[in-house]
């Protein structure tokens, strides 16, 4: 599904993550987990094209991520970035947004399905009415987690997905995550009860 083939980036001409090589199964939960500082956002954002390795190749559904390939994959890829901004007056809107896409439109969820996976994250359906302005990190973390599931794509991206939850939270969103079954999901994170959550985890650093 998601092939590193010997693959080198450079950042300020310094080797940030150098001839690394692994695979990806289809539908697996992977863990990228280490010190900060070598390379894991890089190499979670390099599967969606936003970043292109010096050296090496990556391909994903045995193609190669290039320039001529890359809006192909990210039409099929879900990411959640570790940092987001919320351009939206309400949860709702923030929800409804994404389905109103072309692309999206025929994964736009009911009202009823909403509240269902608020249940599952232990959200309260009172925040669906609310102002994006009133709910928490927690919360806000939770509900994007949720519309990048909801989208249904083949590749689900997370970025520090439980940074701001306590341990309650977490174990609702490992739960969560496991569920995605057709769904090939790549994490980084440096919260050890969440890394330990998942058989699959890949060390990055020295």
Request: aromatic share 8%; with cysteine.
């Amino acid at each position: 599904m998601i092939e590193f083939d010997d693959i080198t980036f450079i950042y300020d001409n310094k080797p940030l993550m150098r001839h690394f090589s692994c695979r990806i199964g289809e539908g697996e939960k992977v863990v990228l987990y280490g010190p900060s500082g070598h390379g894991k956002s890089t190499l979670l954002a390099s599967i969606a094209g936003f970043v292109l390795p010096d050296e090496g190749t990556i391909r994903i559904d045995g193609k190669r991520l290039d320039p001529a390939t890359v809006q192909h994959v990210r039409k099929m890829t879900a990411w959640l970035p570790q940092e987001f901004t919320l351009p939206f007056d309400t949860v709702k809107a923030l929800v409804e947004a994404p389905f109103n896409l072309r692309a999206n439109q025929s994964a736009k969820p009911s009202d009823a399905t909403v509240l269902d996976h608020f249940s599952r994250l232990g959200l309260e359906a009172e925040l669906y009415e609310k102002q994006v302005v009133e709910i928490s990190g927690g919360q806000r973390q939770r509900i994007m987690l949720m519309i990048a599931a909801l989208l249904g794509k083949k590749i689900v991206l997370l970025d520090e997905p439980t940074s701001a939850l306590d341990p309650h939270s977490i174990s609702l969103v490992v739960d969560y995550i496991r569920a995605m079954r057709g769904a090939t999901v790549v994490m980084v994170s440096h919260d050890t009860r969440f890394i330990e959550s998942f058989d699959r985890k890949i060390y990055i650093g020295d």
